[in-house]
């Protein structure tokens, strides 16, 4: 079959058509799927209806794969392998999460404009998340794409942000959505990871501006000020300009690049069932090393 790519509204989200995940994508596919990502940064994958251990080849074809945050902290069960990001409201056994539940107030802050696993020190690259079973209405993904954000900002701002490093932590999030239920071990698990809030991307080299809600404070400024930029530079970026909405259809798997885009899941009614689950992809490495940015990461 042959692959086609079909811009899709913004200029950063494109369909791409004949691609399949019974095998990992090799040598000429995989290097027009790199080349569409670098392009755009968001691609939708129609009617891929991966199976778990397609998903997975699928996603390490582009490198090592992340375990996720709560199979490092070892202690909480999960209903899927510890290679998934488990982004559903369902528990060990498959039923829908009451809304007052701990885990269900965890998962709220994915509702909060992010990259994935940020608060690492070497954050991801790729995302790649499958929809399984979705609701009706509502459960939209929009994604920014921050590259477009980085060339729109005002000349003033980009200068205050060139050189700055932002402190990212998954606590910083859940703060965000009042959720503090956080043991002593895990509150030691979860680091604080240092990113430049000015980062360019390796593929293209364009700039692009880093920020989101793991982002906490700003290394060197007092925790007011960094944080109130911090917030400015989030507003500035999730206006409704840079904002591409995503209503998902069963079976479509998407891809985007964490170095230059964030995202956010859109409320839906918690009674209904919303499966999905997300392989991630590692990062080069870390992005600031004793305390200076390293580039080209
Ligand atoms: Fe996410």
Redesign the pocket.
């Known amino acids: 079959m042959d692959m086609s790519i079909e811009p899709l509204g913004k200029d950063f989200f494109a369909r791409v058509c004949g691609v399949s995940f019974k095998s990992p994508p090799l040598g000429g596919v995989k290097k027009t799927i790199v080349e569409a990502i670098n392009k755009y940064s968001v691609l939708v994958f129609p009617n891929a209806a991966p199976t778990e251990e397609e998903h997975l080849a699928f996603g390490r074809a582009f490198g090592e794969l992340q375990l996720t945050s709560s199979s490092l902290s070892g202690k909480r069960k999960r209903r899927i392998r510890p290679e998934f990001?488990d982004?559903s409201n369902l528990d060990l056994n498959g039923r829908v999460l009451p809304a007052d539940s701990r885990l269900a107030h965890n998962k709220h802050a994915?509702q909060l404009w992010?990259s994935?696993a940020s608060f690492r020190k070497t954050s991801s690259k790729f995302?790649f998340l499958a929809g399984i079973k979705l609701p009706r209405s509502g459960g939209e993904t929009e994604f920014v794409d921050l590259r477009a954000v980085w060339d729109a900002l005002p000349e003033k701002t980009k200068q205050k942000c060139e050189g700055k490093i932002a402190i990212h932590s998954l606590l910083a999030s859940r703060r965000r959505v009042g959720f503090h239920d956080f043991s002593e071990e895990e509150r030691a698990a979860y680091s604080y990871s240092p990113h430049p809030v000015a980062r360019v991307h390796p593929g293209i080299g364009r700039k692009c501006l880093f920020v989101g809600s793991h982002a906490d404070f700003i290394v060197g400024k007092d925790e007011v000020t960094g944080r109130q930029f911090l917030d400015e530079l989030l507003e500035f970026a999730t206006q409704e300009r840079f904002i591409c909405s995503h209503k998902w259809t069963p079976g479509e798997v998407i891809m985007w690049d964490n170095r230059c885009v964030i995202?956010r899941?859109r409320p839906w009614d918690m009674s209904v069932i919303r499966e999905m689950r997300?392989v991630t992809v590692d990062g080069d490495g870390t992005t600031v090393v004793d305390g200076s940015i390293v580039p080209g990461i």
Request: proline residues 0%.
């Open positions: 990001a982004v994915n992010h994935d995302s995202h899941g997300r």
